[in-house]
């Protein structure tokens, strides 16, 4: 056993992780903050790192912390049931009904829609996600090496064409850095953290995590703490990596608003850039890689998801639900990507407190002696929260009123909760809570010792 490994293998781990978060929707977000951000876009992306490294960071060392095998194990510490219910919802979150369909609409938006008519639009994306789902599909029924080694390939060729990329914009910028959009006027740093959300890597290191800890294990560190250690180090590269690259593409979005207006989404900035700075070779080798690396990531997240599923149903055939899963990620595909974001906005405000929350509990759970009266009251309070920040998100997604109750209570817990306007006012009250609860236990645990001790010495 060994709790200490050589900087090499900590990096080869590292790099694994990144790899594992690292894919093309994860550059459309910065490109579209810095083009909404302007000259504010450094105080927006300061946000953006909080929730789009920070989160994944402390994700993943809930999960070492934990000791759990796996995100239903630890979920359900809270109950059995919400530990299905929760594992359940953020495989469809980060599967079928958000990321897989983000990817075939981030395929099409970078690699197709340039070289596409505009009167032909929809046209093309239907038949390219047609085509781009049957192939996941295809792959996900008949794994095979093939998949692996695309991804070795294409990791290391998206990064390199990347990395020539940003530094072109940091030395020859494409245009001056305008002023801010009006979201982005005031309080871009809250912006920018709330759009950290939409890369969903929060909620996907909660099941990465595992297999960090597995390949940690394999490695020979099996200690606790050892493994806690080796996933923070591996962890500090993985997101270190993925930081650069949002300042970077922030930056280059930042500086690309007065040269080629504004966009709806954070493709078509990397689409117009290689092709400014390359040419229409640029333009083209960016479309390969980005298509490729689109579809090699959807193909893992519709077998994780067929895999996941099959664990709870396994009457239902792991077949069957790649097949419903390639489907459902193509129908939602043909939104269009916009709506794919702006749609996943209102399930990310209900989902992410109740991980977050999730990973605070694991890090002090120790000190309450992991009872479950604990996880209950912070996940219940955390819950009543969230909902709301959900359904009013909704709302004016849709631009419909509240609904009749939901005024009062709103208006109840912005006159009442510490940064709710902000969309952190679940953190004050879990915090109470959990410090409540936990004193509660620990007291609790500490007269039921003395009682025993007093009977035992009068016997």
């Known amino acids: 056993m060994q709790n200490k490994l050589p900087f090499s293998r900590y990096f080869v781990i590292g790099v694994m992780l990144f790899a594992l978060f690292f894919g093309a929707g994860n550059l459309i977000f910065p490109a579209s903050l810095g083009q909404q951000a302007g000259s504010n876009v450094w105080f927006a992306v300061a946000g953006f790192l909080v929730t789009g490294i920070g989160l994944p960071f402390l994700g993943i060392l809930a999960m070492g912390v934990s000791g759990s095998k796996n995100l239903q194990e630890l979920a359900s510490r809270v109950h059995p049931l919400y530990g299905v219910c929760f594992t359940a919802l953020l495989y469809l979150t980060i599967g079928p009904f958000f990321a897989a369909p983000r990817t075939g609409a981030v395929a099409y938006d970078i690699g197709i829609a340039p070289f596409v008519g505009e009167g032909f639009g929809q046209v ?29 390939i294409l990791s290391p060729g998206i990064l390199i064409l990347l990395f020539i990329l940003l530094v072109m914009a940091f030395v020859k910028p494409i245009g001056a850095i305008e002023a801010p959009q009006a979201s982005y006027a005031h309080g ?41 250690i ?67 990531t959807s193909i893992g997240l519709v077998t994780a998801c067929g895999e996941y599923f099959h664990t709870i149903f396994p009457k239902i055939s792991y077949k069957m639900f790649v097949l419903l899963f390639s489907g459902v990620s193509f129908v939602i595909a043909n939104f269009g990507l916009a709506n794919i974001i702006n749609f996943s906005i ?53 631009k419909i009123d509240y609904f009749g109750w939901m005024s009062s209570v709103i208006g109840f817990y912005q006159s009442v909760l510490p940064f709710y306007n902000q969309g952190l006012g679940w953190l004050v009250p879990v915090l109470v809570t959990i410090l409540l609860t936990g004193l509660f236990v620990r007291i609790r645990k500490y007269y039921k010792v003395g009682f025993k001790k007093k009977t035992e010495s009068a016997i």
């Open 124 to 152: 093309g994306l239907f038949i390219f996600t047609l085509l781009f789902f049957i192939v996941t599909m295809w792959f996900s029924l008949n794994p095979a090496k093939i998949v692996d080694n695309v991804g070795k």
């Open 188 to 228: 871009a740093f809250v912006k920018g953290f709330m759009e950290g959300y939409n890369t969903m890597d929060a909620l996907a290191s909660l099941v990465f995590g595992i297999i960090v800890i597995n390949a940690v294990r394999s490695m020979g560190v099996t200690s606790s703490r050892g493994i806690l």
């Open 230 to 296: 080796t996933s923070a180090k591996s962890g500090i590269i993985a997101v270190l990596f993925l930081g650069i690259i949002y300042v970077g593409v922030a930056y280059l979005g930042a500086a690309s608003t007065g040269t080629f207006g504004l966009f709806d989404t954070g493709g078509p900035v990397l689409e117009k850039a290689a092709s400014h700075y390359f040419g229409s070779l640029g333009s083209v080798m960016l479309s390969i890689i980005i298509i490729l690396a689109c579809l090699t």
């Open 346 to 398: 209102p399930v990310l405000m209900f989902l992410y407190p109740l991980a977050v929350a999730l990973m605070m509990l694991t890090f002090v759970s120790k000190l309450f002696y992991h009872a479950r009266i604990v996880y209950v009251a912070a996940i219940v309070v955390t819950f009543f929260i969230s909902i709301i920040d959900g359904l009013k998100t909704f709302c004016q997604l849709v």
